[in-house]
């Protein structure tokens, strides 16, 4: 998006107003002066703008809330004109922090690539977009500026803080680990407790058919009935939940 000063507009035609009302040559110099000197910064901020690329990137790790990350910002000046403003603003603290971005101010040679660094302190869980990136470049005179909006497929998973708890005692009725139970749900299909003969009513799977021909009689596997006891530990992350929620 392209910006004008309303200054810019105001000397052009208060020259050609001067130009036309005095006439003579040193007006109308003056005016094809004021005129040209704007139309060569349009054109030159026009044509930088457009070529300026942009690429983001971030170290490829775990990041977990409390943690800083640095985030890097490569500006390319593609073109053979030197860029005399081009003020940068990441937006990438937007959600990520509370503090608002500052912006970085920096002038650019021909072909060059300029590395722009910002360390961010992250505060909030969850998975952010690095970027975008608004980049505004203006010429000398400060007369015309471009707005552009650079988006970059960066982001980073920002894990909850780990906290380690010390004094957390936990009751259990029971002990925890393997133990015998009477309910049949529970069956241990890879051990048996013992072979027995076949009764009315049991299941044709449990029969011990290598017992089974080596008595004569139909005989079937008992198995041992066992279960692990466990804990479920369920946390509630909800903000306004926090303390103030009834359990029902």
Request: charged letters at 20%; hydrophobic letters at 40%; glycine letters at 6%.
């Amino acid at each position: 998006m392209l910006k004008i000063k309303k200054s810019v507009i105001v000397l052009i035609i208060s020259s050609l107003t001067l130009a036309l009302l005095g006439g003579g040559q040193i007006p109308y110099l003056v005016f094809y002066m004021v005129s040209g000197v704007f139309i060569i910064s349009y054109l030159w901020t026009a044509f930088t703008a457009r070529k300026i690329s942009v690429f983001q990137r971030v170290e490829n790790k775990d990041y977990y809330v409390g943690d800083i990350i640095t985030i890097q910002s490569y500006i390319d000046n593609d073109t053979l004109l030197p860029i005399p403003y081009v003020e940068i603003i990441d937006h990438t603290t937007d959600g990520m922090a509370d503090n608002n971005p500052r912006p970085t101010i920096i002038s650019m040679m021909p072909i060059e690539r300029e590395l722009v660094k910002s360390n961010v302190t992250i505060k909030y869980r969850g998975i952010y977009d690095i970027g975008p990136l608004e980049l505004k470049i203006s010429d000398v005179f400060g007369a015309f500026a471009w707005n552009r909006s650079v988006y970059t497929n960066t982001y980073v998973k920002v894990y909850p803080k780990v906290h380690r708890i010390v004094n957390f005692n936990l009751k259990s009725m029971q002990s925890f680990g393997t133990m015998s139970t009477k309910n049949k749900a529970y069956e241990d299909n890879t051990s048996i407790s013992d072979i027995r003969k076949y009764n009315i009513g049991d299941s044709v799977k449990k029969i011990h058919w290598k017992v089974t021909a080596k008595k004569g009689s139909l005989h079937v596997k008992d198995y041992q009935m066992t279960g692990s006891t466990s804990i479920h530990i369920l946390l509630d992350l909800k903000k306004d939940c926090l303390g103030n929620c009834k359990t029902h």
